[in-house]
């Protein structure tokens, strides 16, 4: 009897127990039922084609749940199942691994991609970016250990600059803990949907009792957003935990990868030291700060008049470098370059950098972690410090590379491109068998890289819009206060695409279409060539670049994009162009099967009628010849072009 009271006692015990998971189980249920919260995963099916698969747009609000605005993400596709043949690359990183300003075609992984392509002919690459602006380690680990399941080859990162105050870091709004362990069991906890709708009614209830004006512009910029512990000194606590989380977070990731047989390259971090002065310096009293900031009137004073020495000496003889304030060093190191003492110029510009309060450029001592980390896991590293030094003026990295304080121009993120590319031609492991193509120059690469003046004019409107807010300016610079004119095309989409009228696709169409109405034909293949490198898997721009090649006359080339085009998608157009193409290249044979097919799509189709019966004529058949034009002749009797096919056949008979 007490035996069967106790399992008794026992059950009651153990339901009472389970009676909340069992409730936790139900309302995840039925949120996931109803559909509640965004969707967190890594990609979606491509609408367009569900055998590829697209970066989830929404991806960003893993680690920006609060914000309204998400980070953008790239337009890469990959297949949903991996090719025997394929070669999977994966980027990870912030925003300049993203590409900002320009992205899409302008990011160094697009530069990579092409030049990868010619060195392995015979796989089928696909190179997938997922970097967004804002986000640090946290998330490159997050979203790399969930890409290990798609079976990559190799893994590039560039991240670090957003280890203060990107998402979840030590000086972020969006601070959880210092602690990676909790942080990390915070993003997994995100995926279920009990957790977002908790999160949720926190959020509510803060967003009662916030400043909605000022909630609102902080939505606008997203640096300033971003800051919440704002000053973080140079070895203070915060600067330290940030150092052990990143170098946590890099290991955590490379030895998961290494257990898979993946590769991973790190590249260093680069900012602008010379050109980029420091946001904010730290004084340790009111007092310190009168006296330096009268110090640095006169030095900057100096250096206006050509007086390097003189700004140097008043700088040396104050002792204010034993201040360690950032803006000391950065003039300082002015001086030191304009007297060509290179090496002390480089190593205080460094420091200045170093001892800015304002953490949104990378400390050395992350390039620090960088290199111990890839010989520890005996992992690549990419000096890429060095490599863009050798192309700065007097090797000290500035505007000549970076288009603000840290992001590349241009040319700063083809070297990037080309940099990653030659450390992993020579470190990666490559098959035996591995067939190797040729290479071709930078002149070649950089003309194929499908950036238009449209993407250029976007990114200038974007940096004028970070460099004329906060930490730049004590102020936000709003879309409307931007200089544009507004009888220039390219400026007035420009401005569509960052008023959100417009995406980046439809804006590239229509400029195409305004350059084809005035007779630009060359600049509108240049936009129909741009959205084919981001947007492989849509058929238009290839059909669209066709039809200017066939009305430049260039069939050969109208030929190859046609076929392009098939390639994607069956269309009658395709087949009667490439038919016509083959025509005028006096090539009718490889014409006439393709024409067939183009009949069997549309059996009553005038044009390919008669697209065939010419083949046939110029092939010699003219049993073939006449049996297509009397179809034709059939469906259509005053078809254009049909009497004089058949005076050509009758000529031919005699």
């Not at 009676?19 to 559909?35: A, C, G, H, S």
């Not at 971003?226 to 203070?236: C, H, L, P, Q, V």
């Not at 946590?248 to 900012?271: C, H, P, T």
């Not at 293949?525 to 058929?539: D, H, Q």
Request: hydrophobic share 40%; proline share 4%.
């Amino acid at each position: 009897m007490t035996s069967t009271n106790t399992v008794k006692q026992y059950s009651f015990r153990l339901i009472l127990l389970l009676i909340p998971f069992l409730l936790l189980i139900l309302v995840e249920l039925l949120l996931r039922m109803f559909n509640y919260g965004p969707d967190l995963g890594l990609f979606k099916p491509l609408e367009q084609n569900p055998q590829y698969l697209q970066i989830n747009p929404g991806l960003g609000a893993r680690y920006f749940p609060a914000l309204k605005i998400k980070p953008q993400t790239s337009y890469d596709i990959m297949r949903r199942v991996k090719p025997t043949n394929g070669f999977r690359v994966f980027v990870l990183g912030g925003s300049t691994a993203y590409g900002y300003p320009y992205g899409r075609n302008g990011a160094f992984s697009s530069f990579f991609k092409d030049r990868l392509e010619d060195l392995i002919p015979r796989r089928e690459v696909e190179v997938v970016n997922l970097g967004m602006c804002a986000v640090g380690s946290y998330a490159v680990r997050d979203i790399g250990m969930e890409l290990l399941n798609f079976q990559p080859d190799v893994i590039l990162i560039y991240a670090g600059h957003n280890e203060f105050y990107g998402a979840l870091g030590v000086g972020s709004t969006e601070f959880v803990s210092e602690s990676p362990r909790w942080v990390n069991f915070y993003l997994k906890l995100q995926h279920y949907r009990t957790f977002q709708f908790i999160r949720d009614a926190v959020f509510q209830i803060k967003n009662l009792f916030a400043d909605k004006q000022q909630s609102a512009v902080h939505q606008k910029r997203l640096m300033e957003h971003m800051a919440g512990e704002r000053i973080i000194a140079y070895n203070s606590r915060l600067f330290k935990s940030a150092q052990q989380i990143y170098e946590q977070n890099l290991r955590d990731l490379i030895q998961a990868a290494k257990r898979q047989g993946v590769e991973i390259y790190l590249g260093e971090l680069v900012s602008n030291v010379r050109d980029q002065q420091p946001f904010r310096s730290i004084f340790n009293s009111d007092s310190e700060k009168e006296r330096l900031e009268k110090l640095f009137i006169e030095v900057e004073n100096a250096l206006q008049n050509g007086q390097y020495q003189a700004g140097l000496d008043r700088i040396e003889g104050s002792k204010a470098v034993q201040n360690m304030t950032a803006m000391v060093y950065y003039l300082r190191a002015r001086c030191l370059e304009n007297l060509n003492r290179i090496e002390d110029a480089s190593q205080s510009y460094t420091l200045a950098k170093d001892l800015d309060g304002l953490r949104f450029r990378a400390p050395e001592v992350l390039n620090d972690i960088l290199k111990k980390v890839s010989i520890a896991e005996t992992t690549v590293f990419l000096p890429l410090k060095e490599i863009f030094e050798r192309s700065s003026e007097n090797q000290i990295i500035g505007s000549e590379l970076i288009i603000d304080h840290l992001h590349p121009n241009l040319m700063g993120y083809f070297l990037m491109g080309k940099s990653f590319f030659i450390y992993l031609r020579q470190y990666f492991p490559w098959r035996p068998d591995e067939v190797f193509g040729e290479q071709q120059p930078d002149s070649i690469y950089w003309k194929k890289s499908g950036v238009t003046p449209l993407d250029i004019t976007e990114a200038e409107f974007r940096i004028q819009l970070l460099i004329n807010s906060w930490p730049f300016k004590n102020a936000v610079m709003n879309i409307d206060e931007l200089q544009w004119d507004a009888t220039d095309p390219v400026n007035s989409l420009a401005m569509e695409i960052l008023r959100e009228n417009m995406t980046w696709e439809q804006a590239h169409v229509e400029l195409a279409g305004i350059y084809i109405k005035h007779g630009f034909y060359d600049l509108a293949l240049a936009e129909f060539e741009s959205l084919i490198k981001i947007t492989p898997y849509n058929v238009s721009p290839y059909i669209q670049s066709a039809k200017i090649h066939m009305n430049q006359r260039r069939f050969l080339d109208a030929a190859k994009m046609f076929l392009d085009a098939l390639e994607i998608e069956e269309s009658v157009f395709a087949y009667q162009g490439i038919g016509e193409a083959y025509l005028h290249l006096g090539q009718a044979q490889r014409g006439i099967p393709l024409l067939e097919k183009g009949l069997k799509l549309d059996k009553e189709n005038d044009l390919t009628l008669f697209l065939l019966a010419k083949s046939f004529l110029r092939i010699g058949d003219k049993k073939a010849s006449t049996d297509y034009a009397n179809k034709l002749f059939q469906i259509n009797p005053k078809f254009a072009g049909l009497a004089k096919l058949y005076s050509e056949i009758e000529s031919t008979l005699q």
